[in-house]
């Protein structure tokens, strides 16, 4: 017993391993709940792009006012809707959206470690936006992860019921004359927001597995929507402290560490799920 | 179902206009032509049968209907007003359209129907689920509330989307091909419920590949193809001279010793093997689950 303890306190003694701790736990609960939407409305890859979209504003806020949050998250959320009117511009154009997606995307994304090349410290810097670097978290980043954080929660439970028709049909959201080019920008602007205040925890290049694995998992789990976004938010915060420990034991790197937890957990649930695991369907298919 | 409709927005109703008004409605995708020059009014209660081959424009009517695309030219009016202020106009999918495995059980999506009269912000209230479960029994499906909808025979998932439309306190219900893939067990539990809501005045619009089921039990029935080639009773509509106009390509009039027989080719939808195929599909579906 007194080992276990031991296991769990001494990372607790380190200042960085608990503002780490506490940022992987809100950025886990805020990127699982709003995962479920992009899980269910098949954004998976929308959101992976604008993940590396915003690279080139993040660049130009840091190059120009060095760590400050507001202006990477400016320079960010810029960036962001640069990329998302490009995309919607090219697929106007008769090509097909996942291909607009993936045009923008890495054009945004190299644009963005071009501008980063051009400073001194360019390898460093760059690691920490592509994969994170969760145990650099300040006391000033943690209250504005738990304020924007908070935000995007409280907008998703406030227009629950608005998100929920315009993602399961468009077509009533549309006869009900609810606001259906504001909610669908809404739950974009929401995605940005995400992205820039998980920056920090997992990276650029990590960030997508956030969005997605937890609400993935849960999604074979359950079969009502509340339940899907309070199992995935769990998942997710599990997986931000279990990864943590990890890396902090076998000293691997922070983001991928989480990540790979996010994806065991996936994995769990792909194979044993009682309702459309992979042994129930084995034996489904047996009979 | 008074003149006003609910807090939550809505034009006021000007009950001496026809439920629905369509003048010289045309719709083109990309210069092709889909619908040309329709007009016709409906009154309040009328129950239409909207027929014609695929390709018709059947759905695209709808949609005009429903106020989700605009048309080209011409106006739609909801009792006297644009459709678009309207929210007393519900529209119930084809099945193929709606993502069954979506996490939401019976209750949740008849509330959908709810939403805009919730209001922004709004949560729902004990009398808002309460009027929900009255709706659900009244299509026969409250037993089934709390089931996944995905979980539901085809003729019961049919049910709750016409409960949704009720729950939406609709006056005009549009129902793209609700009658496709069912057996005759459900086709007959769905006009049962439609019969009930002719006793709650409720104005119906429905596409169908099924003749004979047009013919018999719809007041009005609507020949399309393109244009409006026909809008009447059974024995105006079913002529020969309107059906080889609406059916060209699919059917074939011959004249025998007792009267005129028709041929047809019932493509996509309404096909008895049609049917067959999607319960087929529909069980390997559920296998897959």
Same mark, same amino acid.
């Given at each position: 017993m007194i080992d276990w303890l031991s296991f769990i306190l001494i990372p607790l003694g380190y200042g960085f391993m608990i503002r780490g701790l506490i940022a992987a736990l809100m950025v886990g609960v805020v990127c699982a709940v709003l995962g479920a939407y992009i899980v269910l409305r098949g954004m998976a890859f929308l959101g992976d792009a604008l993940a590396h979209a915003i690279l080139p504003g993040v660049a130009v806020g840091y190059l120009l006012a060095g760590n400050n949050p507001a202006w990477l998250t400016i320079g960010a959320l810029v960036a962001g809707v640069v990329t998302a009117l490009g995309i919607g511009r090219i697929s106007r154009g008769g090509l097909k959206e996942d291909t607009a997606i993936g045009v923008m995307f890495t054009g945004m994304f190299a644009l963005g470690i071009a501008l980063i090349s051009t400073a001194r410290s360019y390898t460093v810097d760059l690691a920490h936006f592509l994969?994170?670097?969760?145990?650099?978290?300040s006391d000033r980043d943690l209250w504005l992860t738990g304020i924007f954080g908070g935000l995007v929660i409280l907008t998703i439970l406030a227009f629950y019921k608005e998100f929920l028709v315009i993602s399961f049909d468009p077509v009533l959201a549309k006869t009900l004359r609810l606001p259906v080019t504001f909610l669908n920008n809404l739950l974009l602007l929401l995605i940005a927001v995400t992205i820039v205040l998980s920056l920090q925890t997992?990276?650029?290049?990590?960030?997508a597995a956030m969005l997605v694995t937890p609400a993935a998992t849960a999604y074979l789990l359950t079969r009502r929507l509340p339940v899907m976004m309070a199992l995935a938010a769990t998942i997710g915060a599990m997986s931000g402290i279990i990864g943590l420990y990890l890396s902090f034991y076998v000293?691997?790197?922070?983001g991928p560490a989480i990540v790979l937890t996010c994806t065991f957990f996936f994995l769990l649930a792909f194979v044993f799920?009682?309702?459309?695991?992979l042994i129930i369907r084995n034996q489904k298919g047996q009979k | 179902m008074d003149i006003v409709l609910g807090i939550s927005g809505g034009v006021e109703h000007?009950? @001496?206009?026809?439920?629905l008004e369509l003048k010289e409605v045309s719709v083109r995708f990309n210069g092709v032509?889909?619908?040309?020059q329709i007009s016709f009014q409906l009154q309040k209660g009328e129950r239409v049968a909207v027929i014609g081959?695929?390709?018709?424009g059947k759905s695209t009517l709808f949609n005009v209907i429903a106020g989700v695309l605009p048309p080209n030219q011409g106006q739609v009016k909801v009792y006297g007003n644009?459709?678009?202020?309207?929210?007393c106009i519900a529209y119930v999918p084809q099945? @193929?359209?709606?993502?069954?495995?979506?996490?939401?059980?019976v209750a949740d999506v008849v509330m959908m129907g709810r939403v805009r009269k919730l209001g922004l912000l709004g949560w729902p209230k004990p009398g808002d689920w309460k009027y929900v479960h009255e709706m659900l029994e009244l299509v026969g499906m409250n037993y089934l509330?709390?089931?996944?909808?995905?979980?539901? @025979?085809g003729g019961q998932q049919q049910r709750v989307f016409i409960a949704r439309a009720l729950a939406q306190e609709a006056e005009l219900i549009l129902m793209d091909?609700?009658?496709?893939?069912?057996?005759a067990r459900s086709q007959e539990e769905i006009f049962s419920i439609l019969e009930k809501l002719r006793q709650r005045q409720v104005t119906l619009m429905i596409a169908t590949h099924d003749l004979n089921l047009a013919a018999e039990r719809f007041d009005r029935l609507m020949l399309l193809n393109e244009r409006l080639l026909g809008f009447g009773h059974a024995a105006e509509v079913f002529t020969p001279d309107l059906l080889s106009q609406a059916y060209s390509g699919h059917m074939r009039l011959i004249q025998t010793p007792n009267g005129t027989m028709m041929i047809s080719?019932?493509?996509?939808?309404?096909g008895e093997t049609e049917g067959r195929k999607e319960r087929r599909e529909e069980r390997k579906e559920k296998r897959d689950d």
């Open positions: 994969f994170g670097n969760v145990l650099g978290v997992v990276g650029v290049a990590l960030m000293n691997i790197a922070s799920s009682p309702r459309q695991g | 000007d009950l @001496s206009r026809p439920i032509p889909a619908l040309d081959p695929n390709g018709a644009i459709p678009g202020e309207h929210i099945r @193929s359209q709606v993502d069954w495995r979506f996490p939401v059980n509330a709390r089931r996944q909808i995905g979980e539901l @025979s091909e609700p009658l496709t893939g069912l057996d080719d019932t493509c996509c939808g309404g």
